[in-house]
């Protein structure tokens, strides 16, 4: 029998309460009851997908498993098909409501992948065995402040899959999901004809500014990549993406707007490679095992954030489908957890340095199979 540490609304006679939990574990393991499990992750796009082994681990391994999912309604086509949900909730204002909601669902257990007040307070309410994801804030403060790196090293996916340990749950090493919905209506089509044989995409958005390359710098990569590109962004990078693509309109196509979430997913998944930003649409790709190349700004892999494969025979990740590209030698990087508006030094080299010659360079190789020494950027 093991004792696990476990989050519980009332500390009194912990250790009472762990020997009840494990009793009724095995209790359920052993009938059909159903263990129902409320996972939390609110946002957004690339954090749920880097949740999501959480969600299929718990639901294939924890004995009659039936997993409920709790998002904000904004990011709701992320997992609206995945087939390992049972049943779905949104925040969409009203968090009282929502509660009161939750609250008859007499949840098992909660999984919360959040971990804000918010998520605290549905847990109060609920009053049953909770499991909470460690966020490392601290350490993530000083290496963003004061550049001194005390993360522990272990990437966010897999620190999410250790918040399930406790029930028994282990990382299946099959990476990330992403599921598109059948009723999807996009094909390679929709594109013009030169990209229908082969394209490169290149995902010119991201959340903040110093996550991105400057136009200028995206016109330059695109002008040195001799392929087909297709530029994926949101209706908010249609203007940038127009200003890109007129440098070469036959060569690159502007996509951004034109596709919903999943529709440019399915771009990605339809790409030859993916060049982005670290953004949602990266870890999408690494989800459907596509090549990407990550190009780092203002957050950077110390973060313990980047792209995240399968795994081998012999549980090691792999790591031959991506590679980072960073600016060397920056005692400035990275500057924040999730970018900002503006470059807090003025000068924004870790984007403006970025060597795009050599990333144009292994794009054609990558698309060609041939080796581009992938990691290391």
């Not at 519980?8 to 020997?19: A, L, N, T, W, Y």
């Not at 925040?91 to 007040?117: A, F, M, P, R, S």
Request: aromatic content about 10%; proline content about 5%.
């Amino acid at each position: 029998m093991l004792f696990v540490a476990i989050e519980f609304p009332q500390k009194k006679r912990i250790d009472f309460e762990i020997i009840k939990l494990v009793i009724r574990m095995e209790d359920i393991a052993g009938s059909k009851q159903k263990q129902k499990v409320l996972i939390i992750r609110f946002s957004s796009i690339g954090d749920i997908v880097l949740a999501s082994p959480v969600i299929r681990c718990v639901k294939q391994q924890l004995p009659n498993a039936e997993v409920h999912f709790l998002s904000k309604q904004s990011f709701k086509a992320v997992t609206e098909a995945n087939p390992y949900i049972d049943k779905f909730f949104y925040l969409d204002g009203d968090l009282n409501t929502l509660i009161d909601e939750l609250t008859k669902e007499n949840y098992d257990y909660i999984i919360d992948l959040h971990k804000n007040y918010r998520t605290l307070r549905i847990k109060r309410a609920l009053k049953c065995p909770s499991f909470t994801y460690k966020k490392q804030s601290i350490a993530k403060f000083i290496l963003t402040k004061l550049h001194l790196n005390f993360m522990s090293g272990r990437h966010i996916t897999d620190r999410s899959l250790d918040t399930v340990k406790p029930l028994g749950i282990i990382n299946d090493g099959k990476g990330l999901d992403y599921f598109l919905p059948k009723s999807l209506n996009v094909s390679i089509h929709d594109l013009p004809t030169p990209h229908q044989f082969g394209y490169i995409a290149i995902v010119i958005g991201a959340s903040y500014y110093t996550k991105k390359l400057p136009i200028n710098k995206l016109q330059e990569l695109c002008t040195q990549i001799d392929y087909p590109i297709v530029l994926i962004g949101g209706k908010e990078d249609a203007d940038e993406g127009a200003e890109i693509a007129k440098i070469a309109p036959f060569k690159i196509y502007n996509g951004c707007g034109k596709f919903s979430l999943n529709e440019s997913a399915w771009l990605v998944k339809e790409s030859k490679l993916v060049i982005s930003h670290d953004t949602g649409l990266q870890y999408i790709a690494c989800a459907f095992k596509k090549k990407v190349f990550a190009l780092w700004g203002g957050t950077s892999p110390k973060l313990d954030v980047e792209p995240y494969y399968y795994a081998n025979e012999m549980g090691v990740q792999i790591n031959s489908l991506y590679k980072n590209y960073i600016v060397p030698n920056l005692s400035c990087q990275p500057c924040s957890n999730f970018g900002t508006k503006t470059c807090p030094k003025k000068h924004f080299k870790c984007m403006n340095n970025q060597n795009l010659e050599q990333i144009a360079t292994d794009a054609i190789k990558a698309v060609k199979g041939v080796s581009t020494e992938i990691i290391s950027g």
